[in-house]
């Protein structure tokens, strides 16, 4: 693993996020509010690329350039996927930022998001420490 | 340089997600980044990739705004969601901290947030992303409305 491979990919993917203004809260606002239609189109063709891409993926190598196995899988149906969306989705609505675009909007310049950042931080020790073992410290904060 | 138009940066993001896979052969995920700076004190493990993924994301942004008409700005408050919410200051503040948490209690208990699970996820047909990215529309949805009750109201 090169830490500089990805963390140049995560710039680039904070570039997109920005330049598709999901980083923008009048932007998220807007999309819930259904007067600024912008983002739901902007997933909605992501969606569409990405499932023709990795469609195309599937009939190509299974080892990728940096020498892994290519692993993208679905993940599990369980019972927290609706409850946990629907937190988020309070969260993503409330702050106008999701764990990906809070960072990006740091880079922005947008020095409140440290506040979205360290909530997004709490929540997840808070979430992690609920549902690890008895005495497993483990992944937390 | 101004953003990009919903067409534009749907490709944009949508080619990333095969692309990443072929590079690096990881599926694209950005919540379960945090879990990774709650286990900096632990040894790099298989999953260290997504803390160097995280910290790149900032990086982005910086490059979007240096390269935007209107330059590299420090803001320190949202004047957004001043405008939408009627709050500003030490409230602003504390609304984005809560939003934040719920944020990151919802993706660990969903699993994954709006890459993992409404772009890749969707993206492969996934029945768990689909009922998760439900979750994250309808709870959108409510706190939006129910906010702008609250705040006085559709003007």
């Not at chain 1, 969260?91 to 997004?120: H, M, R």
């Not at chain 2, 330059?71 to 500003?88: E, I, K, R, W």
Request: charged share 10%; aromatic share 8%.
């Amino acid at each position: 693993m090169k830490p500089v491979l990805f963390l140049g990919a995560g710039a680039l993917f904070g570039f997109l996020l920005s330049q598709a203004r999901a980083t923008d809260f009048a932007a998220i606002h807007g999309m819930f509010r259904l007067t600024d239609l912008h983002l739901f189109g902007v997933i909605g063709v992501a969606v569409a690329t990405a499932a023709a891409g990795l469609a195309l993926l599937r009939r190509g190598p299974t080892t990728a350039l940096n020498g892994e196995t290519i692993s993208v899988k679905p993940k599990p149906v369980h019972k927290g996927l609706f409850v946990g969306g629907l937190v988020f989705g309070v969260g993503w609505a409330l702050s106008g930022a999701c764990p990906g675009t809070a960072l990006a909007q740091l880079g922005e310049g947008k020095l409140y998001a440290l506040a979205t950042v360290a909530g997004i931080l709490a929540g997840t020790w808070l979430r992690q420490r609920a549902s690890a073992p008895a005495g497993n410290t483990a992944r937390s904060c | 340089m101004e953003t990009w138009p919903f067409w534009l940066a749907g490709l944009g993001i949508g080619a990333f997600v095969p692309l990443f896979a072929l590079t690096t052969g990881k599926a694209l995920g950005i919540s379960s980044g945090y879990s990774e700076m709650c286990a900096l004190a632990r040894p790099a493990g298989a999953e260290r990739w997504k803390l160097w993924f995280a910290l790149g994301l900032p990086l982005g942004g910086l490059l979007a705004t240096v390269l935007s008409s209107g330059g590299a700005q420090v803001t320190t408050s949202s004047s957004d969601m001043a405008q939408a919410l009627h709050l500003d200051g030490a409230a602003q503040l504390a609304l984005l901290a809560l939003g934040g948490g719920l944020i990151g209690y919802g993706a660990r208990t969903a699993g994954g947030c709006t890459s993992g699970h409404s772009i890749v996820g969707l993206a492969q047909g996934a029945k768990s992303s689909l009922i998760a990215t439900l979750g994250f529309m309808v709870g959108g949805f409510a706190a939006t409305w129910i906010a702008v009750l609250l705040a006085g109201g559709v003007q």
